[in-house]
């Protein structure tokens, strides 16, 4: 379970005296951003796959986690400096990645990704 993997994730990093900071999901929104044009889009939680402003088609998930991941230095807000400077090489490998699991017919639950009937 999530919250299973959480004290895990803890405890880990205790264990190695690493920083660990759980993000407010109430202030930072990771889901609803589009670093396209620097505004918070609502969608629908049943959207797996959308579109950002500028055309680029994205799982909602791993979009999720690139924001995330490009949280800012004050730990509450995404720098969109990091979302310009990490997504073209980031969103190459998820392409990579979605390709892969569409040629190996692999399912992954409610991700959006479906194949192509051959």
Same mark, same amino acid.
């Given at each position: 379970?999530? /919250? &299973?993997?959480?004290? !895990?994730?803890?405890? +880990?990093?205790? =264990?190695? &005296?690493? @920083?660990?900071?759980?993000?407010?999901?109430?202030?930072? $929104?990771?889901? =609803?951003?589009?670093?396209?044009?620097?505004?918070? !889009? +609502?969608? /629908?939680?049943? =959207?797996?796959?959308?579109?950002?402003?500028?055309?680029? %088609?994205?799982? %909602?998930?791993?979009?999720?986690? @690139?924001?995330?991941?490009? #949280?800012?230095?004050?730990?509450?807000? #995404?720098? $969109?400096?990091?979302?310009? $400077?990490?997504?073209? &090489?980031?969103? /190459? +490998?998820?392409? &990579?990645?979605? =390709?892969? #699991? #569409?040629?190996? +017919? !692999?399912?992954?639950?409610?991700?959006?990704?479906?194949?192509?009937? /051959?």
């Amino acid at each position: 379970s999530p /919250a &299973e993997l959480m004290i !895990i994730l803890q405890r +880990k990093c205790n =264990q190695y &005296e690493l @920083f660990y900071y759980e993000v407010d999901k109430w202030e930072y $929104r990771a889901s =609803q951003y589009d670093h396209t044009c620097n505004k918070y !889009i +609502k969608k /629908a939680l049943s =959207q797996r796959m959308y579109e950002l402003t500028d055309g680029t %088609r994205v799982q %909602r998930d791993w979009y999720s986690s @690139f924001l995330m991941y490009c #949280i800012g230095t004050d730990l509450q807000n #995404i720098s $969109r400096y990091k979302c310009k $400077r990490y997504f073209d &090489e980031l969103y /190459a +490998k998820y392409l &990579e990645l979605e =390709q892969y #699991i #569409i040629n190996n +017919k !692999i399912t992954v639950m409610n991700s959006g990704i479906k194949f192509k009937a /051959a």
